[in-house]
């Protein structure tokens, strides 16, 4: 079945420096790729979304990429900063989500 | 908050007892989603709705029961046949299917003992 997977489950990054979180999924009609941020026992919140007919998108500091060849995208997110600490979930959709299993990104002081 | 509302923030139950949980959404939006949520882990769909009186089985629906009868409300039924119940709980709606932006709850932490 359809199956998205990312990498890496955690990342540990110096405050500033750049994070990036790689996302692959295998179903090749899947056209809707959300990133979700979810601070600790808090709801998951969209932080950006790009969809099958754009290769890049930024937001601030925050931008995805797509590769629909190699059917991987990911989040950058720059300059990075205390509050940026959470677990973000990618996601692909061919009219129904399918969800990684997270990263827990931490920055550090 | 941000449109839904989850009732209560915390729930207590003892096992062997069925306890429905509280998902109001005034975004006028067609589809709701269940997800369950294990410390550490990510979210796994329960149920789904796209539009009322009907809804569909996700990827761990057993033991859990649902209902759609106005397109605002969409109650989560967890039932005894539950095995491991205890859990975060998000609601989330979103416009249309898995292809615009999911909205969530603040959620519902359910223990069972």
């Known amino acids: 079945g359809e199956n998205v997977e990312q990498h890496p489950s955690t990342l540990s990054v110096q405050e500033g420096d750049s994070a990036v979180i790689k996302c692959t999924y295998s179903?090749?009609?899947?056209?809707?790729f959300p990133w979700y941020k979810q601070e600790l026992g808090k709801r998951p919140q969209l932080i950006i979304d790009?969809?099958?007919n754009v290769g890049e998108k930024k937001d601030q500091r925050i931008a995805v990429t797509l590769n629909k060849t190699a059917k991987h995208f990911s989040l950058h997110i720059t300059e990075t900063q205390p509050e940026d600490s959470a677990v973000y979930f990618c996601a692909g959709s061919n009219y129904q989500l399918i969800w990684g299993a997270g990263t827990k990104l931490i920055i550090k002081p | 908050d941000g449109g839904i509302t989850q009732s209560p923030k915390y729930l207590f139950r003892k096992e062997g007892q069925n306890v429905t949980l509280s998902c109001e959404q005034n975004?006028?939006?067609?589809?709701m989603y269940w997800y369950r949520q294990d410390p550490g882990q990510g979210l796994r769909l329960i149920y789904y709705?796209?539009?009322?009186?009907?809804?569909q089985k996700g990827d761990i629906a057993e033991g859990y029961s649902v209902s759609r009868e106005k397109k605002e409300s969409f109650p989560l039924t967890v039932t005894s046949a539950q095995k491991n119940p205890t859990a975060f709980y998000l609601c989330?709606?979103?416009?249309?299917?898995?292809?615009?932006?999911?909205?969530f709850g603040n959620g519902t932490r359910l223990t069972v003992t």
């Open positions: 975004l006028n939006h067609d589809a």
């Open positions: 989330a709606s979103s416009t249309t299917g898995g292809e615009s932006p999911l909205h």
């Open positions: 179903d090749s009609a899947s056209n809707y």
């Open positions: 790009i969809r099958s």
């Open positions: 709705s796209q539009i009322v009186n009907d809804f």
